[in-house]
């Protein structure tokens, strides 16, 4: 393999690695920023998945929940802490999707339609979605999840800005 295919190869991986991050932090600043600007909004549609029972438990998710997402998302789009952020979307998503699979299995027995049929508000903030599209979207979002917890995503970070800016001055 020539050196400059190498050269080639890495550059388009650390590109796709930072639209991964800008991707999946936008999506959390995006989902979290709509539940954080409509807090009562969001605790109807906490309360329909029927997970959560206790009063105080449902308040604190919808108060909280929009302010971790948008710190997450922060976090990615500037390259900070990048895979912590990208760890804490992770553990996010999959109680969501669990969550929203669960629902739209319920409504998809009780209407009797095929699961791709199945309509409803998930609570994302982008109005009634087709569970089909949402868990294929939420598997996507997992999937760059796993991408920049393994590292990924390096590029325009502030930590390895930093590292390399010292290695430079080092160097001279």
Not at 43 to 56: A, C, I, M
Not at 157 to 172: F, G, P, T
Request: aromatic share 8%; hydrophobic share 55%; proline share 3%.
């Amino acid at each position: 393999m020539n050196p400059s295919d190498n050269a080639v190869n890495k550059a388009w991986l650390e590109t796709a690695g930072l639209l991964a991050r800008w991707i999946l932090g936008g999506t959390f600043i995006f989902t979290g920023g709509f539940k954080a600007l409509h807090p009562v909004d969001f605790l109807k549609l906490v309360r329909q998945y029927e997970l959560v029972h206790s009063p105080p438990a449902l308040d604190a998710i919808a108060a909280l929940l929009p302010w971790f997402e948008l710190a997450c998302g922060l976090l990615l789009v500037a390259g900070i802490m990048v895979r912590g952020a990208a760890l804490v979307s992770f553990m996010m998503l999959v109680p969501f999707t669990a969550a929203i699979l669960h629902r739209a299995l319920i409504l998809k027995t009780a209407l009797a339609v095929s699961l791709c049929a199945v309509k409803f508000d998930c609570g994302c903030g982008t109005g009634e979605v087709f569970v089909c599209h949402k868990l294929l979207e939420n598997a996507l979002l997992l999937g760059l999840s796993l991408w920049l917890i393994a590292g990924a995503g390096r590029k325009g970070c502030l930590r390895y800005a930093l590292k390399n800016e010292r290695v430079e001055l080092q160097s001279s």
